[in-house]
Antibody, heavy 122, light 107 residues
Framework: QVQLQESGPGLVKPSETLSLTCTVSGDSVGRYYWGWLRRPPGKGLEWIGHLYYSSARPTYNPSLKSRLTISVDRSTDQVSLRLSSVTAADTAMYFC???????????????WGAGTPVTVSS | EVVLTQSPGTLSLSPGEPATLSCRASQSVSNNFLSWYQQMPGQAPRLLIFGASNRANGIPQRFSGSGFGADFSLTISRLEPEDFAVYFCHQYGSSPWTFGQGTKVEI
């Protein structure tokens, strides 16, 4: 059974860089897209971005693109997120997701991690 | 950005009754690339519908999706006890992908 487990610091200071790791167990990161979503307190889900396992060209939310790096490490089966210059608006529950496709065009999230909370505060 | 507004926020119904959930977009969803997910308490979301009207593998026939352009619906023909959950829509037709805030179907 494939599982995703997010890890990272629960608290980050404003202006610093948030780094999260998602460890994939039960399978390798090959053949899929991998990405991140977040849910700020009291709000709906927000798509952060995703990346095909063998691609160097991720797809990012334009509102985060200038601060964001998502990468996939095939040697360790891990997916990483780095978000620089964080502010209180980046406080959220962060979810690692596997993104699959149906009929070539229809992207969907078929596996989710349990999520890891991140608070941005001094 | 395509803003998705779901209504109602909460739907109070009984088993056996039909349920209709709405998802309205602030602009036309490209190629009708809209999906619906079901989330049970403590569980990860599950894909129900993709491409506005296509049932995902293993999804019971009582779930159906309809709509086009900016107006979409999820219909559950007869609610089963396990259908009481939160449902949210997601558009993947244009960047950034966006989500509705969810509709809770409760007994």
């Amino acid at each position: 059974q494939v599982q995703l487990q997010e890890s990272g610091p629960g608290l980050v200071k404003p202006s610093e860089t948030l780094s999260l790791t998602c460890t994939v167990s039960g399978d390798s990161v090959g053949r899929y897209y991998w990405g991140w979503l977040r849910r700020p307190p009291g709000k709906g889900l927000e798509w952060i971005g995703h990346l095909y396992y063998s691609s160097a060209r991720p797809t990012y939310n334009p509102s985060l693109k200038s601060r964001l790096t998502i990468s996939v490490d095939r040697s360790t089966d891990q997916v990483s997120l780095r978000l620089s210059s964080v502010t209180a608006a980046d406080t959220a529950m962060y979810f690692c997701v596997r993104v699959d496709r149906l009929n070539f065009d229809h992207y969907y999230f078929d596996l989710w991690g349990a999520g890891t909370p991140v608070t941005v505060s001094s | 950005e395509v803003v998705l507004t779901q209504s109602p926020g909460t739907l109070s119904l009984s088993p056996g009754e039909p349920a209709t959930l709405s998802c309205r977009a602030s602009q036309s969803v490209s190629n009708n690339f809209l999906s619906w997910y079901q989330q049970m308490p403590g569980q990860a979301p599950r894909l129900l519908i993709f491409g506005a009207s296509n049932r995902a593998n293993g999804i019971p026939q009582r779930f159906s999706g309809s709509g086009f352009g900016a107006d979409f619906s999820l219909t559950i023909s007869r609610l089963e006890p396990e259908d009481f959950a939160v449902y949210f829509c997601h558009q993947y037709g244009s960047s950034p992908w966006t989500f509705g805030q969810g509709t809770k179907v409760e007994i």
